[in-house]
């Protein structure tokens, strides 16, 4: 099978969130018009590049004005999809996955988990934050009858790749991915990796960087 190609390069969508905060930021404070070179200077991006990012969403902004900020929020948010509700189902609700049940927030940026998945009995037909949460045997069956094609995983690393393999043989399309292993998955299939402990291992081997090159300068 051919590899996807996609449209928007992801380093581009990784970044036009940060634009739509800082202007939704700027809608708030009352301003109307945002330039690129604004945007660049406040979150430390080349102002080039933003405005080749700005590209995609196809707005087009005034000479020496900028970007309309209200068609500018409108704009990104339709684009990025937060405007629309997607549901997923979650697997593995331990404390990582009942604290995603728990966070509302998601569904301001289009996230709506509607079912929590695990292998403990015990858990089967009980809640969290009015989510059901039912034995990953019943999962295909749900998802033949709801259509869900978004998987939410926070199994134990362990358990990571199986249940992978059995989110994508029940028909999930995309996985979000917050286990730190890097599972292995159809070219078809989309996968977005967040893993908490890899950015801990990256924040705490710049701070030891950090501290060394102090120590050094003493």
């Given amino acids: 099978m051919s590899q996807t190609r996609f449209y928007v390069p992801e380093p581009t969508l990784r970044r036009l969130p940060w634009y739509l905060a800082y202007a939704q ?5 009352g301003e109307t018009f945002l330039s690129s070179t604004q945007i660049a ?13 700005l590209s995609y969403v196809q707005i087009s ?12 929020v409108e704009v ?27 966070d509302n927030g998601l569904n301001h940026f289009g996230l709506e988990i509607v079912t929590g998945f695990d292998v403990k009995y015990e858990l089967a037909g009980t809640s969290i934050n009015r ?17 869900i094609n978004i998987g939410v995983l926070t199994v ?16 999930i399309q995309a996985i979000w991915n917050f286990t730190p292993f890097r599972i292995r998955v159809p070219d078809n299939i989309i996968v977005q990796n967040t893993s908490i402990y890899a950015h801990l291992a990256v924040m705490f081997n710049r701070l030891k960087e950090l501290s060394e090159n102090e120590r050094n300068r003493k």
Wanted: glycine share 12%; proline share 2%; hydrophobic share 40%.
């Fill in 25 to 29: 930021l700027v809608q708030h404070s």
């Fill in 41 to 53: 200077k406040n979150i430390a991006v080349d102002a080039s590049k933003v405005a080749k990012d």
């Fill in 61 to 72: 902004g005034r000479t020496r004005v900028g970007y309309d900020v209200n068609e500018l």
């Fill in 76 to 102: 990104l948010e339709k684009f990025l999809g937060f405007t629309k509700s997607h549901k997923a189902f979650l697997f593995g609700v331990g404390s990582l996955g009942g604290a995603l049940m728990h």
């Fill in 131 to 147: 989510i059901p949460i039912h034995h990953v045997d019943r999962f295909k069956e749900l998802q033949k009858q709801t259509g």
């Fill in 156 to 171: 134990p690393v362990e358990r990571a790749q199986e249940t992978a393999d059995m989110m994508i043989e029940g028909g």
